[in-house]
């Protein structure tokens, strides 16, 4: 773990982030780290204002003069390993405070663009990435599902598992080991909704609300084959029901495309599959969206 005591500086320093004290810091005065070229996240240190990577900044400022003991966790964990967050979190990460914990029953941070914790975090959940304690994936997808709804614990939960960052089996343990804390009834309640086959974000949010709605599992990402011949990779399929529904999450396509995907779906549905296709508008309205594909389940032919 590298995480450097209050006045001294990182070398080199990663991401630009400097801690800087009365007499300035290597190599600068105190006048030019009150430079406005330099971002003060919070006291003491500092970063360019138009870092490579303005959230790692952020995140490593915050830990930069930290007990050597603290842990990136929760949400601000999640962007480390880059797992998906709602658009309400995850928009301008450099304007959130950045969430780091200490053991219970220590102090915890009391800085700007902090949000500290008090956490048990045994030392199997967390790892060192890019010289930061982070919790590990899988312990941070338990504790965000205190924060999250259920939709987005499935999302970022269908990421860990197809990046094989942690396995089923892992987090069903986490889970259990959990037990009575805050946000694991989400998490236990999304754990069977879980697929690794999901390839977006956007395709975990629609099976997740149709499965919340009633409908069957479906299969993901399989691929459709008549007379032999590929038609298509489906984002949630119901072979059964010769039913399959794609998430479009494209907001500009070009012409050519836009035919491409027309042609695509009128050979499955001359194959005999109903083709329904959502979009990020549609999952305001989930239940719109069960009785759709309820309707099209209903009228196939095997059913």
């Not at 892992?170 to 259990?176: E, F, K, N, P, W």
């Not at 690794?196 to 479906?218: D, K, M, Q, Y």
């Amino acid at each position: 773990m590298d995480l450097r005591p209050a006045g001294s500086t990182p070398d080199p320093p990663r991401h630009g982030v400097f801690v800087v004290t009365a007499n300035g810091a290597a190599g600068l005065t105190p006048a030019q780290v009150r430079h406005p070229r330099f971002v003060a996240p919070s006291r003491g240190v500092r970063f360019p204002v138009d870092p490579a990577d303005p959230a790692a900044a952020r995140t490593l400022a915050a830990v930069i003069t930290a007990p050597e003991a603290s842990v990136v966790c929760d949400t601000s964990a999640a962007r480390v390993w880059h797992l998906p967050l709602p658009p309400w979190i995850g928009l301008a990460p450099i304007d959130r405070p950045v969430a780091v914990a200490v053991a219970a029953g220590t102090s915890r941070q009391r800085r700007n663009g902090v949000r500290g914790r008090r956490l048990r975090l045994p030392a199997t959940h967390c790892e060192v990435v890019n010289g930061m304690t982070v919790t590990t994936p899988a312990r941070t997808w338990l504790d965000c599902a205190q924060f999250l709804p259920a939709e987005h614990v499935v999302a970022m939960g269908d990421q860990v598992l197809r990046r094989q960052l942690a396995t089923a089996q892992d987090l069903d343990s986490l889970i259990r080991w959990a037990r009575g804390r805050r946000g694991v009834r989400t998490a236990r309640a999304a754990l069977p909704m879980l697929d690794g086959r999901a390839e977006s974000p956007g395709e975990s949010l629609t099976r997740c609300a149709l499965r919340l709605g009633g409908i069957p599992r479906p299969e993901c990402n399989i691929d459709i084959i008549s007379d032999g011949e590929w038609l298509a990779r489906a984002d949630l399929a119901w072979p059964d029901f010769r039913v399959i529904v794609e998430y479009d999450g494209a907001v500009h396509l070009s012409e050519g495309q836009r035919r491409h995907d027309a042609r695509r779906r009128n050979l499955l549905q001359e194959a005999g599959w109903t083709v329904i296709v959502f979009t990020a508008a549609d999952l305001k309205d989930p239940a719109e969206m069960a009785a759709l594909v309820w309707s099209a389940i209903r009228r196939s032919p095997v059913t």
